[in-house]
């Protein structure tokens, strides 16, 4: 029985055992993208890179890693030089930034690397040994790497001085889908059989599987209307047409509460793709962020390939913004990730590359040279694409600073110098 079949019995069978046989949405996903053997990111079959089901910024090039680690190198300055300086990175992926920030620290800022304890965070199975058999080959020195793998139930409240950060992490966190029907917010949810005019069966594959059938009906909870109350957004107004369909990501804030229970003194980055608020529900966006990835081709069915691929949704930055003031973050800056990578230098590497190519000498006789100066300066401009990866969001807050410290500006969030 293949991965899409073992998930749709066990989807399945959750769904009879539930009062209603339906299930929320964000239930469905967290079982498709969690489930502890069959989810995709508990398998093996999480596949990120070029050739994968879909990239990340650490995979174009060391450069990203490198240049985050000039960002740490200054806030352990800014701290006033902690022993240790914590940098916990959440959802490591393959372990390729873990690696790069590392060495680089290694090489550039070795005094900080003394001071530093490097805590990765993940609990897909997969991922652990992914990263594990990557960061094991590296070597640095003769002592063995200041890391550790735990979760973040295991970090103690309040222990953390340093830096908390991810790179497309929340994204795929399970989310709650809504949709306006009859002038009132519906919420979506699965089951396997029809219960009405109002249901769609979305998948169609092969009678021998079992499909989903998307229902509609009240709320699950009460936090759905709260929260849009929350971010100042009106779903009931007349901006929004009749079938209006989105997301709502409580996972998020959740998760944003702990790690800010576990900060002491310090920072928080997260780095994905998303909005402000009311970037994310515009009216035009009627059909919601949520994507799917298999293979790397992208398209808008969930109910497809379940365990072997990707579901994702864009992040509300507004949402991380005001969850963060109730629980003590201060938001320090929010920019483009184009923008902060070339503040942190990003500029000076496009720009020398190209002083080497307006003076090639010997280089035109080198066709490969030139071919890797040329693909080297592609992949660099593809970290500040607007369009791409340089119009993810970085958003920044802090926690537990002193004034003085406050008013030191991070070098990420300055205007980035022109090349």
Not at 218 to 238: A, K, M, P, Q
Not at 274 to 289: C, E, F, K, M, V
Not at 332 to 353: E, H, N, S, W
Not at 377 to 382: A, D, E, F, V
Request: proline content about 4%; hydrophobic content about 40%; some cysteine.
């Amino acid at each position: 029985m293949t991965t899409d079949q073992l998930l749709r019995n066990i989807i399945a069978n959750k769904i009879t055992t539930e009062p209603n046989q339906r299930i929320t949405f964000a239930d469905y996903m967290d079982l498709a993208l969690y489930h502890p053997e069959q989810g995709y990111y508990a398998t093996g079959a999480v596949n990120i890179g070029s050739e994968g089901d879909f990239f990340t910024s650490p995979h174009l090039s060391r450069d990203f890693g490198e240049l985050l680690a000039e960002q740490f190198a200054q806030m352990w300055d800014i701290l006033g030089h902690p022993m240790p300086f914590t940098l916990m990175e959440m959802g490591a992926g393959q372990g390729l930034l873990a690696a790069d920030v590392l060495y680089y620290l290694h090489r550039h800022y070795p005094d900080c690397f003394k001071a530093l304890e490097y805590i990765i965070i993940e609990k897909a199975a997969g991922l652990i040994y992914q990263q594990q058999q990557q960061l094991h080959r590296l070597k640095i020195g003769d002592k063995a790497l200041p890391l550790q793998w735990c979760s973040l139930e295991e970090i103690p409240e309040n222990s953390i001085t340093g830096c908390c950060f991810s790179n497309e992490l929340i994204d795929a966190f399970p989310v709650h889908q809504v949709v306006i029907e009859g002038g009132q917010i519906k919420e979506i949810y699965l089951t396997t059989a029809n219960t009405g005019t109002d249901s769609l069966a979305l998948d169609s594959q092969a009678s021998s599987k079992i499909n989903f059938i998307e229902v509609t009906d009240s709320l699950s909870t009460s936090r759905i209307t709260e929260y849009f109350e929350f971010i100042g957004i009106d779903l009931l107004s007349d901006a929004y047409p009749e079938g209006y369909r989105t997301e709502v990501n409580f996972a998020a804030l959740d998760w944003l509460n702990t790690v800010a229970n576990r900060l002491k003194r310090g920072f928080l980055l997260t780095i994905d793709y998303g909005y402000s608020a009311d970037r994310y529900y515009q009216p035009a966006r009627h059909q919601g962020t949520l994507q799917c990835y298999y293979q790397h081709q992208h398209h808008d069915n969930p109910y497809l390939y379940i365990g072997q691929q990707d579901i994702t949704a864009h992040v509300n930055f507004t949402a991380l913004e005001y969850q963060g003031e109730l629980c003590g973050l201060r938001k320090v800056g929010f920019t483009q990730q184009g923008l902060f990578l070339m503040a942190l230098g990003l500029g000076d590497r496009i720009g020398a590359l190209s002083a080497r190519d307006s003076d090639r000498g010997n280089a035109i006789a080198k066709g490969q040279d030139v071919m890797k100066l040329m693909q080297r300066r592609q992949i660099l401009h593809q970290l500040m694409d607007p369009m791409g990866l340089g119009g993810f969001g970085v958003l920044l807050q802090s926690k537990g600073l002193t004034q003085q410290e406050e008013q030191v500006s991070l070098k990420g969030l300055t205007v980035p110098p022109m090349f």
